[in-house]
């Protein structure tokens, strides 16, 4: 079984930086590539960034050159650092593997708003 605890949100204005975090209950999780999803209010669920075994990240368009994932093996730690935050950064933000393990594996995720 599987459990990921999320962290870090919080109100950020415009412009600002947050440090999102995850601990992942996950057997073997070096080997696995982690993901940083975000669901806004009315919209899917979506993959914001990736991180595979060896370090190599992917962003999605919209967060390139905002946002940083980055890993702590020794700690089952995922981490996202988000800058010149904007107020489309605005949801609930999940970790898991990548693709996501299944259904019931989403833990609560942390809110983050963008807003003045």
């Known amino acids: 079984q599987v459990?990921?605890?999320e962290s870090g949100g919080g109100?950020?204005?415009p412009g600002g930086s947050l440090?999102?975090?995850c601990v992942a209950s996950v057997r073997m999780f070096s080997i696995y590539t982690m993901g940083w999803y975000r669901q806004a209010p009315g919209r899917q669920r979506?993959?914001?960034a990736r991180i595979d075994s060896g370090g190599?990240?992917?962003y999605v368009d919209s967060v390139k050159g905002r946002v940083t994932i980055s890993r702590d093996n020794?700690?089952?730690t995922v981490y996202l650092q988000m800058n010149s935050a904007n107020p489309e950064d605005t949801a609930v933000y999940y970790?898991?593997?990548y693709p996501p393990y299944g259904s019931d594996s989403w833990?609560?995720?942390t809110q983050v708003t963008v807003s003045s």
């Open 3 to 5: 459990q990921f605890v």
């Open 11 to 13: 109100l950020v204005q």
């Open 19 to 21: 440090r999102l975090s």
């Open 46 to 48: 979506e993959l914001v």
């Open 56 to 58: 190599t990240a992917n």
């Open 74 to 76: 020794a700690k089952n």
């Open 95 to 97: 970790c898991n593997i």
């Open 107 to 109: 833990g609560q995720g």
